[in-house]
């Protein structure tokens, strides 16, 4: 064989062989590293949430609890609909506050005596 020949040949068989290691190693480098760390045990530390907050993307009205973006901030989402009812006020601002296991509407019936002093 001649030495050409010889060397392709190697070349041939040697490349897939690298790009396949460099593959795996490239692969294996990644999950090393942690790709999203959020606080453990944060406590009173706000540095992550200004962070994300700092990081987020909206040319409208970033919602300061949810990082929702909206047109306004009485579209803002409560974070956790499950557990919580939102109520929303005539001048355009709202609230997230807890169910208290009364009927629907209550927690904004609730809220609006108590603005009045009624309760």
């Known amino acids: 064989m001649e030495p050409l020949t010889l060397l392709l040949s190697f070349l041939l068989l040697a490349l897939p062989a690298s ?4 593959f795996f190693e ?3 480098n990644n999950q090393q590293q942690p790709q999203h760390q ?3 045990n944060a ?15 909206c ?3 970033l919602c300061p609890h949810t990082l929702s973006c909206v047109h306004f901030p009485h579209h803002c989402p409560c974070a956790f609909p499950a557990v919580e009812d939102k109520v929303e006020f005539e001048d ?3 609230v997230c506050v807890s169910k208290g296991g009364w009927m629907q509407g209550e927690s904004g019936r609730k809220i609006e005596l108590a603005r009045k002093g009624l309760l």
């Open 19 to 22: 790009a396949q290691f460099q």
């Open 38 to 40: 959020q606080p453990s």
């Open 92 to 94: 355009g601002s709202m």
């Open 59 to 61: 040319d409208r009205y």
């Open 26 to 28: 490239h692969m294996f």
């Open 43 to 57: 406590g009173s530390d706000s540095e992550w949430y200004q962070q994300q907050y700092e990081a987020a993307h």
